[in-house]
């Protein structure tokens, strides 16, 4: 493991500087993937799980969301046309006002998109996202395994040596209790590396997002100290430590404070929506545990290349976890 100072000394020295912030202080480990030919026994992103080889591996059973698309009739393809250039000719010479429908053109409009969620230009194609059941099931694809020796206790929940976490890389209609999430469905799995003998060859994934499919990647773990969004600090002091980066050339957020790629445990960012509560179903404020990142190594794509963040209960790891992607 890496020395926390190499990563994120400025964390540290504003800690130093505003003693207010410790209690807002967690630990937190940078997973740094990086393609590779990680074996069943690393910590790892992708790449073969530690899975028993008498246990079945899992299938989700959906349902997922399937892409219909639906060509226009000629005459609905005129009717848009012209409503577009008709509302373009009414703006013409008003550069700052808006495009603006007629009542009778929105109701033609919403007649002919009858629903649907977009219009494809190119093709002319309505386009909509279709629940569908899965029958038999769609393979889960291994994700992060994580082992114990290679985070700190403190960055992950209580269990098992060996913490796995699989997801069915097809795109899922937002999961109960799982809050601004469209994609795929996150299954974590805890077990014992001592009591794997055989290793499983799990199934070849079938009809998957590309962008859902990690490339292996071996793990190079650094331990680091991670601080709140400024929005889940209060408003003062959240203003000291943005006075404080600022006066040291750096930012507060993201540059000291949620710091961003793979990550087991610290603190979760709010870029793009005000920060959730995120509650487990016994009552009790969840905590986050891991960060799963688009782009990079893996080589993924989440949502808007976006962050997807695994919360669990600090009071009872077994109870369900939530999901939020931003
Ligand atoms: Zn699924
Ligand atoms: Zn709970």
Redesign the pocket.
Known sequence: MTDVTDVHPGTEALLAAVPALAPYARRATLLRPAAGTPSARDSHVGGPMLWPAEEEWPV???P?LTEVREKLSDADREALRRIDRDMRARRAGKPHSAYELTEEEAELHSRIMNGAGSLDMNTWELCRWVPVP?DPG?PLVGVLQLRAQDVPAADLPEGPDVLQVLW?P?E?PELPGRSAHWG??VEVYRRSAASVAAVLEPPVPVDAPRRHLPRPCVLDPAGVTDLPDPEDLPAELAARADAWAQAHGTEYHRGLACHDGWKAGGWPSWHSTDPEPLDCSCGARTRLSLTLDSGRDPDLNLGSFGELRIFTCPEDPSHPLLLNLQ
């Open positions: 989700c059973r959906g997922h899965a769609v069915c097809r899922h795929p469905a």
